[in-house]
């Protein structure tokens, strides 16, 4: 069965240090990319997405995240981050069209 | 706006008394989707309809039943709620683009208590 794992349940960084978070999918066929995030209190959002093209791909309030077939990874990244970051952020690969499957998430605390 | 909206926020309610949340959204999207959110777990998924009157279930729909009777409404059903239905749920939506999802449109949540 399709699976996916973020590593890091929970991270604690100080304000302009820089984030990497992990996720890793199971391979079963073509699979679109996605990372969420939930504010505290709010609903989920997307952050970006990957379908196809360049492995590298960017997307709102200043994160990226690099697909790596090779790894089955698609970590999330961010250079520098700050206290707004505050949040739980969700991978979720989409396997052959069908279907999300949501990471168990990972907890940010960012530090002012 | 385009949005998804759950209604209620927030209920409180008895074992075995029947509930709706209703979800709707006005993107005209064919794809729906149940969501429950619980601590440690994450998001797990109820049921889904990939479009009018076409229903599949997720990961966990024990206890729960869903319709798509119009294509902008979703409503959960819990027939007879139990304690272990206590969970935030969210509705969410999206296109399906040259066979893709273009990705979520997320409710704002529905936090239930089954006391």
């Known amino acids: 069965a399709q699976s996916v794992s973020q590593h890091n349940h929970h991270v604690i960084l100080s304000e302009a240090a820089s984030l990497e978070l992990g996720c890793n999918y199971s391979?079963?066929?073509?699979?679109?990319l996605f990372w969420y995030v939930q504010y505290p209190g709010q609903h989920l959002q997307l952050l970006l997405k990957?379908?196809?093209?360049?492995?590298l791909v960017k997307g709102i309030k200043g994160f990226e995240a690099e697909f790596i077939k090779s790894k089955f990874s698609f970590n999330l990244r961010k250079p520098s981050v700050q206290w707004s970051d505050t949040a739980e952020y969700f991978c979720?690969?989409?396997?052959?069209?069908?279907?999300?499957?949501f990471g168990s998430g990972t907890k940010l605390n960012v530090k002012p | 706006e385009a949005q998804v909206t759950q209604n209620p926020r927030y209920l409180i309610t008895v074992t075995g008394k029947k509930l709706t949340v209703t979800c709707s959204q006005n993107?005209?999207?064919?794809?729906m989707s149940w969501y429950r959110q619980d601590p440690g777990l994450g998001l797990r998924q109820i049921y889904y309809?990939?479009?009018?009157?076409?229903?599949d279930k997720g990961d966990v729909p024990e206890g729960y039943k869903v319709s798509r009777k119009e294509k902008r409404n979703f409503p959960l059903i819990l027939e007879s709620p139990s304690p272990n239905q206590t969970s935030l749920y969210f509705c969410?939506?999206?296109?399906?683009?040259?066979?893709?999802?273009?990705?979520?449109?997320f409710g704002s949540g529905t936090r239930l208590t089954v006391v």
């Open positions: 969410a939506s999206s296109f399906i683009t040259g066979g893709r999802f273009v990705g979520y449109t």
């Open positions: 391979y079963g066929g073509t699979v679109n």
């Open positions: 990957y379908f196809s093209g360049d492995p």
């Open positions: 979720a690969p989409s396997y052959n069209f069908n279907k999300f499957y």
């Open positions: 993107m005209n999207h064919e794809y």
């Open positions: 309809s990939m479009n009018v009157e076409v229903t």
